[in-house]
């Protein structure tokens, strides 16, 4: 068995660096999250005033782009795993929430799929949906793996790309 490797002191500043501060590595995370609403909000905007030879291609773009950010976020679930049982965060997570952080990571995918077969006027509400149980999701295991912080970020990112699947929806 191999032993645990001891994080260097530049990782570990990098990690802290990472936790919602003030610090470089947040207004990083801060402005790309949100630059990931720019292609929602431009989806939306274009499914309400393409024609409508041009609207399955832009709805079919939105429903492509919703499903990867969904995959996106069952991904971080693995990655919060594989951080904490390589002992470069905090502790190892106990069994019971390692395995809980691993199940839900593969459902995001799961659920998002059947969003992509779907007709558009039926896969984005769908994905907004998705969106919302992905941040339900997050607000009970974040905490114990250490995210809590992270909440209120995931909430606008979330409320945002939901707002805009429901609301290219409408123009479907």
Excluded: E
């Excluded at 990782?11 to 402005?31: K, Q, T």
């Excluded at 919703?66 to 904490?84: P, T």
């Amino acid at each position: 068995m191999n032993p645990t490797p001891s994080p260097t002191p530049a990782s570990l500043a990098l990690l802290r660096s990472a936790a919602p501060s003030d610090g470089p590595v947040h207004a990083l995370i801060f402005r790309l999250g949100h630059m990931g609403l720019i292609p929602f909000g431009f989806f939306t905007l274009l499914a309400w005033i393409v024609n409508d030879q041009a609207l399955p291609f832009v709805t079919l773009s939105m429903v492509a782009y919703a499903a990867l950010i969904i995959s996106f976020l069952g991904g971080l679930h693995w990655g919060v795993v594989w951080l904490r049982q390589s002992g470069l965060v905090g502790t190892p997570l106990d069994l019971s929430t390692g395995k809980r952080h691993l199940l839900w990571g593969i459902t995001p995918s799961l659920l998002a799929w059947p969003g992509i077969l779907m007709p558009a006027y039926a896969a984005l509400p769908w994905l907004g949906m998705v969106l919302i149980a992905c941040y339900l999701v997050d607000r009970k295991l974040f905490p114990a793996a250490g995210l809590g912080p992270w909440l209120t970020l995931r909430f606008r990112l979330s409320a945002g790309a939901a707002f805009c699947c429901f609301l290219a929806a409408g123009a479907v």
